[in-house]
Antibody, heavy 117, light 108 residues
Framework: EVQLVETGGGLIQPGGSLRLSCAAS????????MSWVRQAPGKGLEWVSV???????YYADSVKGRFTISRDNSKNTLYLQMNSLRAEDTAVYYC???????????WGQGILVTVSS | EVVLTQSPGTLSLSPGETATLSCRAS???????LAWYQQKPGQAPRLLIY???SRATGIPDRFSGSGSATDFTLTISRLEPEDFAVFYC?????????FGGGTKVEIK
């Protein structure tokens, strides 16, 4: 059974940094397209970043240069390093995946990140 | 960037009725790589449709998708009480992998 569990969220001051983790089970992260999708309170879904099977990475313009996606194959875990955080980064962050495309067949439960002073 | 515009914003219907949701793209979606998701309050989204018209595993056949290029439709026939939720379209033909703004289907 595929399972995704996000950790690492919380309250952080503007300008601060945070690293989210997504522990995967039931499949191998290096074999899938692994993404982060976020949802600001009361708002719609926003794709944030993806790491391809081959290791290529892509980002939404809103986070480019501030966020970095990576994975640790030995731990079967996906990460999102978030730097220079802004109030508008406040959202529930979901880890999501599919085996062949950047669509989202499986989702984690989501983790809340609040950027506020 | 492919901008997806969903309409209507809210659809008020009764159980048993048919819901028709629209998703229009600002440019042609590569290979019709268009997906639909359902999200209920406090839950992660669930994939319903991919490739414009293919149902995901375990999705009832009352959910159907159609369309191509820039115009896509999600149809929910015979609405069940558990179908009322927010629905999003998403294109995965190329980065950035954008979502539409969502359509809320509420009980009338």
């Amino acid at each position: 059974e595929v399972q995704l569990v996000e950790t690492g969220g919380g309250l952080i001051q503007p300008g601060g940094s945070l690293r989210l983790s997504c522990a995967a089970s039931g499949f191998t992260v290096s074999s899938n397209y692994m993404s982060w999708v976020r949802q600001a309170p009361g708002k719609g879904l926003e794709w944030v970043s993806v790491i391809y099977r081959g290791g290529s990475t892509y980002y939404a313009d809103s986070v480019k240069g501030r966020f970095t996606i990576s994975r640790d194959n030995s731990k079967n875990t996906l990460y999102l390093q978030m730097n220079s955080l802004r109030a508008e980064d406040t959202a529930v962050y979901y880890c999501a995946t599919d085996s062949g495309y950047v669509r989202f067949s499986y989702w984690g439960q989501g983790i809340l990140v609040t950027v506020s002073s | 960037e492919v901008v997806l515009t969903q309409s209507p914003g809210t659809l008020s219907l009764s159980p048993g009725e048919t819901a028709t949701l629209s998703c229009r793209a600002s440019q042609s979606v590569t290979d019709n790589y268009l997906a639909w998701y359902q999200q209920k309050p406090g839950q992660a989204p669930r994939l319903l449709i991919y490739g414009s018209s293919s149902r995901a595993t375990g999705i009832p056949d009352r959910f159907s998708g159609s369309g191509s290029a820039t115009d896509f439709t999600l149809t929910i026939s015979r609405l069940e009480p558990e179908d009322f939720a927010v629905f999003y379209c998403q294109q995965y033909g190329g980065s950035p992998f954008t979502f539409g703004g969502g359509t809320k289907v509420e009980i009338k």
